[in-house]
């Protein structure tokens, strides 16, 4: 009941936000570009958004000279993954997607919209499941990304087993990622990391 409440709460907002930005969108294309340089990711997920999501669409050609770009597509339900390319055409939901296609990639890397995220570093989302079965089911694990056009974090551990975790959490004012508890020389280096911008640790 309390992750359903904060979900409801935090939907609010967002569609009382719903107007897309470019400052705000730029913000989090930025941090995100700082990521893909930094892991090298060559094969990267992104989305297609809905109205209060972020628009990483909107810097696609300069994502793409750094990486391969992928999208999700609704497969019953779970997603695959299918090429970015036009045209697009609107699903359940409301969800736009390209075409389907039947390439074979690896993810590196893959940014992930979500309604909120508790202090576990997990994803509330719309319920429904998809991304959390698409992630079960990876042989390989890419390194995930969630983003979001407010800051919807939960003080409290809301979430499951089966919610999916990521190490990075952009927002256009504030950026969180996960302390590694066994390893310092990586929290270290995202010390480093932090002179480029106002990251916050999540604990």
């Not at 696609?60 to 055409?89: A, E, G, H, T, Y």
């Amino acid at each position: 009941m309390q992750k359903e409440l904060f979900r409801q709460v935090q939907k609010r907002r967002l569609k009382q936000n719903a107007r897309s930005h470019y400052k705000k969108d730029y913000a989090i294309f930025k941090e995100s570009l700082n990521i893909i340089q930094l892991y090298k990711a060559k094969n990267v997920l992104i989305f297609l958004p809905l109205q209060y999501e972020p628009n990483l669409l909107r810097f696609r050609r300069i994502l793409s000279q750094n990486c391969k770009l992928f999208v999700p597509f609704m497969q019953d339900k779970s997603l695959k993954v299918v090429k970015l390319r036009l045209p697009f055409s609107k699903k359940r939901f409301g969800v736009l997607e390209p075409n389907n296609s039947f390439c074979q990639t690896s993810l590196d890397l893959a940014f992930v919209p979500v309604i909120g995220v508790d202090r576990a570093m997990k994803r509330i989302g719309h319920g429904e499941g998809f991304y959390d079965r698409f992630f079960a089911n990876l042989k390989h694990k890419p390194l995930v990304v969630f983003v979001q056009s407010i800051t919807a974090l939960s003080s409290e551990k809301i979430t499951q087993k089966h919610d999916i975790s990521a190490k990075f959490y952009l927002s256009p004012n504030k950026k969180y990622f996960k302390k590694d508890l066994k390893n310092d020389s990586i929290n270290r280096m995202y010390r480093r990391f932090n002179r480029c911008g106002s990251w916050v640790f999540s604990r």
